[in-house]
């Protein structure tokens, strides 16, 4: 759903209060209502990203009934009451199904108000947030009570990143790009969130 914003900042978007975005339950249903018409979030359609959707709906549930955040860090986070974090996504993100529910979950505790925006819908909030000029989704957006920017997070955990570059990049082996994409999804399995929490432990240090 687009916003009906074209431009401004980020600031500007929050000043109007989120419009076309969503809570983390409108997304799920989203999604949801979306599969049943054979679709994925987005204006470009294919067989390809509805299946990563489906996958993605078992991931998100697992997420949703296993991970139990470490209460340290719920209490840092708690400093951040009445503050939204604005996440750009999509139904289709491998990435985001491994993330999104852990920050859902995460803020819902700390009672941070979060949004989810659709990327494809967005290109002019995406094109502030570009990671190596790519795209790339997940991005986290912690916003305070006026709307200003505090810290930005994504597309994956630094631990994770760093094994999704140190493999893209390598010459020797050259891994394919599902050779990549599985190595990933195992991480994030093994890892069962720790890396994500560490990521916002450092953020609330730093700020």
Not at 77 to 90: A, M
Not at 168 to 184: G, H, L, M, T
């Amino acid at each position: 759903m687009e916003t009906g914003i074209s431009q401004g900042s980020v600031t500007d978007y929050a000043h109007a209060g989120f419009p076309g975005s969503y809570d983390y339950a409108s997304f799920r249903q989203l999604v949801r209502d979306l599969l049943e018409q054979g679709k994925s979030t987005g204006p470009n359609q294919s067989a390809d990203l509805t299946e990563y959707s489906k996958l993605n709906e078992h991931r998100m549930n697992r997420w949703d009934k296993h991970f139990q955040p470490e209460q340290n860090l719920i209490s840092a986070l708690s400093t951040y009451k009445g503050h939204t974090w604005l996440v750009i996504t999509e139904g289709w993100c491998g990435d985001s199904a491994q993330t999104l529910p852990l920050i859902a979950r995460l803020a819902h505790e700390a009672g941070i108000t979060l949004r989810v925006i659709l990327r494809d819908d967005n290109l002019w909030l995406m094109d502030q947030y570009l990671t190596n000029g790519g795209r790339s989704v997940p991005v986290l957006i912690c916003l305070d009570e006026k709307g200003n920017e505090v810290f930005k997070w994504g597309p994956r955990p630094a631990k994770v990143q760093e094994v999704f570059l140190s493999m893209k990049n390598s010459a020797d082996p050259v891994y394919s790009y599902d050779e990549i994409k599985e190595a990933i999804h195992l991480l994030y399995a093994r890892d069962k969130g720790q890396s994500l929490q560490e990521d916002f432990r450092q953020l609330v240090k730093s700020v």
